[in-house]
């Protein structure tokens, strides 16, 4: 018999065709990935496999151990407050072409889920508290991502707005909250984007998940939108076989499957519990998926691969620069000057984030960042532009760290070089005739081996050990504590030394995804200045674990050193270096230990001694200027002591170039808030109504979100949401609107008052003169960005349909209502900004529905 050649597969699929060749079988299997990063192939028909990857942050590819290295962008409400659809648009293009260069036809993102409250663990991976502006920045990076032939999978659908109980609990709100709220993000996506795959979200609303909510997913989706392209599951998030099938969630992710295995499914469909027609409908969603995946023209044999170029690294210092939001400047304090101008002048950079790179948040949105230039590095690298007239001195002030930090950037490997070895093994250590079969170089010690795999090993086999080690060199005598947390067991040893066991005793504790490992177990040992200590991590893998016995495949281990020191003491060492000191950069915030999928922050404060620190330093010295890394609002309690304030997100691979960039007026600050920051937690409308109760969460403030509720009760915020200061001053003026019952257009002048070059937002406000209901203060509807020259005017023009800058969702005609009236047109730099004001009339009510 002559052996069969697989034929190549065509440029595309003929569908129907291919629906009347599949077995019955074979369209079952087509409906929930092989694995975790692929959906099915079907040889017999050349009917490829798609490859997906996370995600929102970067394209990771489809490893979590020992990944290729990935560009990682600036957080969603990061790019969202450069308020900029063009860099939008840019950052989307980045990503589908490294999206190529990993192998991925599908990117995970981007996330459009509403910044509901502060606390909500997802917030930085969203973009914003109002649904048009993170509409629009989802609009344009799914545009971006498939200029290139990639496909973008919008997410989370929809109202996946906490981590907690997130897969179970039922979110109670109005049809009127959805639609205006929650829905509109996606609803303009879909308007002007139409990503090709959309990903549901974990929760239930009104009583029902949404991955088989007939309801929204095939009523409204499908029908009322028009939606043809496919709709996956996010990851374990199906609950059900035939109601999620009847609903039209075409793919459950990832596989094996546990809700669609062959037998069930086909008992279902041969008892007529499960409609043929269904079983065809879905498998044709995602021949569709492939025909689009083909477009990219990914190889089958493509090995990931990074992009180190200038060009990337261009863009991504670009957006961080603009995501930065300057918003505090009294005296004018920023910007710092890189030359002394009387002598030698002295720069303290003090705090927890000043040496660290806090490049993302944490969860399915983080990766291994091909660079990270931390804070220090960025604003080290402008004094030597200089000339070194201005000297830094450092202090670290404050602890960060959920757990002990992560040395894999200290310690020492065996190449000489900064990192880990790591050895692995089919035995336990002390096994006579060990056999050792793969080696790495690791640059972190938070490892998760989840997906780790080797062909050393039988298929499914999970048992495995790893030694991993590295030389310690303490900067400093005293005594070190070391850590050590698993999913598996773990000994950490010193020079041959026990100093952490967690293997013969593990307490549950919340490490690794969704808070599946160990606690950390701490132990102590005195280390001398300069000496070389050897440190080996024995690793066992999941198997070994005497917790869980369902740990994540090979499980993993996250181990630390740091020297010990009370909050005191390190407050008092930050508070001599600030006294020396001309000025003060204090670079605080929080990291992906604390803002995370899997878990909602349980306060809006800053962790541990920060505020102490803060008002130590403010104490000593007046000329302090506060760095924030945030996905979201934190706590200020501090505010009106510092002279400067700057927002700078979780900024990605050029994080510390960026914050150098705008403290030394290299870039003139144009970032505006993606969302209100409130003076405390209790301010913010969703206070009473967060996180699960028995498994339901009301969303009482109903369509009052963010600026929307802050205005309409009086409550005045922090920093208002849009608010964002320069180095120079801009003004708005001779506003034009043009109306034609269907378009408004609004033409400004912006006119740059200053002596700086620089860029403004313009932002547009609707609001109704006379309502039949109730309704916000004013809704944002469009807005644009512009560079002027100093001295200099420019145009910008701003347009929105009248139906879209009008409508409210009528719960009684379950329709959109544009009601006939006035309306004003609020135009300024800030919500609560707005110098220029016009109005309009409509001519008549109507009602819609549709995109």
Request: aromatic share 10%; proline share 4%.
């Amino acid at each position: 018999m002559t052996p069969s050649v697989k034929q190549p597969v065509p440029k595309e699929l003929d569908i129907e065709y291919l629906i009347e060749q599949l077995t019955i079988e074979e369209k079952v299997s087509l409906l929930a990935g092989k694995d975790f990063w692929h959906t099915q192939n079907i040889d017999r028909l050349n009917i490829p496999s798609v490859r997906v990857s996370d995600g929102p942050n970067g394209i990771r590819g489809t490893k979590f151990f020992n990944s290729v290295p990935s560009n990682c962008f600036p957080c969603g409400t990061g790019l969202a407050a450069t308020f900029n659809k063009e860099v939008l648009l840019q950052a989307g293009e980045l990503m589908g072409k490294e999206a190529k260069m990993k192998g991925a036809h599908v990117i995970l993102g981007p996330t459009c889920n509403i910044v509901r409250s502060p606390l909500g663990g997802r917030a930085f991976e969203s973009y914003s508290e109002d649904p048009v502006l993170s509409g629009h920045a989802a609009a344009n990076v799914v545009k971006g991502i498939q200029n290139q032939n990639v496909v973008a999978c919008l997410k989370h659908f929809v109202a996946n707005d906490q981590e907690h109980e997130r897969k179970a609990v039922d979110e109670i709100m109005t049809e009127r909250a959805l639609r205006e709220i929650y829905l509109k993000p996606f609803h303009i996506a879909m308007r002007d984007a139409y990503p090709k795959a959309l990903m549901t979200a974990y929760n239930k609303i009104n009583g029902v998940h949404v991955s088989q909510n007939k309801k929204i997913l095939q009523d409204l989706l499908r029908g009322e939108w028009g939606y043809t392209g496919t709709v996956m599951s996010d990851w374990h998030g199906v609950y059900s076989t035939k109601e999620s099938l009847d609903a039209g969630l075409n793919l459950e992710m990832p596989g094996p499957t546990r809700f669609r295995q062959q037998v069930p499914t086909l008992h279902a469909i041969q008892t007529n519990e499960i409609h043929t027609d269904v079983i065809d409908d879905n498998a044709r969603a995602i021949l569709r998926l492939v025909n689009e995946s083909l477009k990219a023209g990914i190889p089958d044999d493509v090995i990931e691969s990074p992009n180190p170029t200038k060009e990337a690294s261009d863009l991504l210092r670009k957006a961080g620069d603009e995501s930065i939001v300057l918003l505090k400047n009294e005296n004018n304090i920023l910007p710092l000057s890189k030359t002394a101008v009387k002598g030698q002048e002295k720069i303290a950079v003090i705090g927890p984030n000043a040496k660290a790179a806090q490049d993302s948040g944490g969860g399915s949105a983080s990766l291994n960042a091909a660079y990270k230039i931390t804070p220090y590095e960025g604003i080290e690298s402008k004094i030597i532009e200089g000339g070194n007239s201005v000297s830094l001195d450092y202090s670290l002030g404050a602890f960060l760290d959920r757990n002990l930090p992560d040395v894999g950037n200290t310690l020492i490997n065996e190449e000489g070089k900064k990192g880990i070895t790591a050895k692995f093994y089919k035995q336990a250590p002390g096994a006579a005739d060990r056999e050792h079969f793969e080696t790495f170089t690791l640059s972190t010690s938070k490892i998760f081996l989840s997906d780790y795999k080797s062909k050393h090993l039988k298929p499914g086999q999970l048992l495995f050990y790893a030694d991993f080690h590295g030389i310690y060199i303490p900067d400093e005598t005293g005594d070190y504590e070391f850590g050590a947390s698993c999913l598996g067991t773990a000994q950490l040893f010193v020079d041959d030394e026990l100093v952490v066991d967690n293997k013969t005793k593990q307490v549950k504790g919340d490490a690794f995804f969704l808070g599946l490992g160990t606690r950390e177990e701490r132990g102590v040992k005195k280390l001398e200045k300069g000496k070389k200590y050897n440190i080996r991590v024995e690793f066992g893998s999941s198997p070994t674990f005497t917790l869980n016995k369902a740990a994540l495949e090979g499980g993993g281990v996250f181990f630390g050193i740091r020297m010990i020191s009370t909050a005191e003491a390190a407050i008092a060492k930050a508070v001599a270096v600030a006294k020396e000191a001309d000025k003060v950069i204090l670079v605080v915030g929080i990291s992906k230990e604390w803002e995370s999928e899997g878990f909602d922050r349980p306060t809006m404060d800053i962790p541990g001694a920060t505020n102490e620190l803060v008002d130590a330093i403010t104490a000593v010295n007046k000329n302090v200027i506060v760095v924030n890394q945030s996905g979201s609002p934190v706590t200020l309690p501090w505010i009106n002591k510092v002279q400067g304030f700057v927002q700078a997100w979780y900024g990605g691979n050029e994080l510390g170039n960026t914050i150098a960039d705008v403290l030394f007026g290299d870039y003139n600050p144009s970032g505006k808030l993606s969302m209100t920051f409130p003076k405390r937690l209790q301010d913010n409308p969703s206070y009473l109504n967060f996180a699960s109760t028995h498994g339901q969460v009301l969303y009482g403030e109903d369509i009052y979100v963010g600026y929307r509720y802050y205005e309409k009760v009086g409550v005045e915020p922090l920093f208002p949401f849009g608010y964002g200061l320069s180095y120079t001053t801009f003004e708005l003026k001779d506003l034009v609107v043009e109306y034609d019952q269907e378009i408004i257009n609004a033409k400004v002048s912006v006119v740059n008052t200053g002596k700086v070059d620089g860029a403004e937002v313009v932002q547009l406000y609707v609001s109704q003169v006379n309502p039949s209901i109730n309704r916000p203060v004013k809704e944002l509807k469009d807005f644009g960005k512009v560079f002027v020259k100093a001295g200099e005017t420019k145009t910008l023009e701003l347009s929105v349909s009248v139906k879209e800058a009008t409508s409210f969702w009528n719960g009684y005609k379950n329709k959109w209502q544009s009601e006939k009236g006035k309306y004003k047109i609020s135009v300024g730099n800030s919500s609560d900004n707005i110098t220029l004001e016009d109005e309009f009339e409509t001519s008549k009510t109507y009602f819609w529905l549709g995109l």
